[in-house]
Nanobody, 120 residues
Framework: QVQLVESGGGLVQAGGSLRLSCASS????????MGWYRQAPGKQRELVAR??????????NYSDSVKGRFTISRDNAMNTVNLQMNSLKPEDTAVYYC???????????WGQGTQVTVSS
């Protein structure tokens, strides 16, 4: 069982930045992958960024819509996964969720979500 708590959401103007954090109740060093997903009203939940266990801080994947603007990172000492979001756009407005998968093909655990609103 893993509990995930997101923080850092809020209201920001277009072009601004926010940093989301996901705190895990378990040691993230042993977690296979962690990721950030988002869901806008009336849309399906989509992958934003994912970081998998690996050398040099892990293997990262980003959706095309956020490449070059968002950066995901793991802080093993703090058991957190962070998402630095720069050059925010109104279309980034959504509820952002943290997800952890303990092992390859294993069960997914989700946080409760944090709202990000980008005004134009």
């Amino acid at each position: 069982q893993v509990q995930l708590v997101e923080s850092g959401g809020g209201l920001v103007q277009a072009g601004g930045s926010l940093r989301l954090s996901c705190a895990s109740s378990t040691n993230i060093f042993n977690i296979y992958s962690m990721g950030w997903y988002r869901q806008a009203p009336g849309k399906q939940r989509e992958l934003v960024a994912r970081i998998s266990r690996g050398v040099s801080g892990g293997v990262t994947n980003y959706s095309d819509s956020v490449k070059g603007r968002f950066t995901i990172s793991r802080d093993n000492a703090m058991n957190t996964v962070n998402l630095q979001m720069n050059s925010l756009k109104p279309e980034d407005t959504a509820v952002y969720y943290c997800k952890a998968r303990l092992s390859n093909g294993g069960i997914d655990y989700w946080g409760q979500g944090t709202q990000v609103t980008v005004s134009s």
